[in-house]
């Protein structure tokens, strides 16, 4: 889910390339910075959603693609800068 998603903004093309950014650098590292973090309470929802929220506006896109080739860091900072109503460059 992309950042503007979790700040319950209304979806738009911008949102679904961010998240399809999320699945690529999971899919090439396995994981994500968001991933496995630890709760006070397991079963806090609402803890779960605000630390997952923090931990993916705190990490940067150079953060989110280290190790992987630079087309993948190209792709998300542009997905992320995308305005509302822009029309990505496909």
Known sequence: ???NNQKRYTA???DDL???????VYFLKGTLPWL???YKNKNDEDERRENIFKKKEE??????CEGLPEEYLT???TVRNLGFDEEPNY
């Open 59 to 64: 990490t940067t896109p150079e953060m989110l």
């Open 36 to 38: 496995n973090l630890e």
């Open 12 to 14: 738009s093309r911008r």
């Open 1 to 3: 889910m992309s950042i």
């Open 75 to 77: 792709f998300t900072k």
């Open 18 to 24: 961010e998240s399809v950014s999320y699945m690529l």
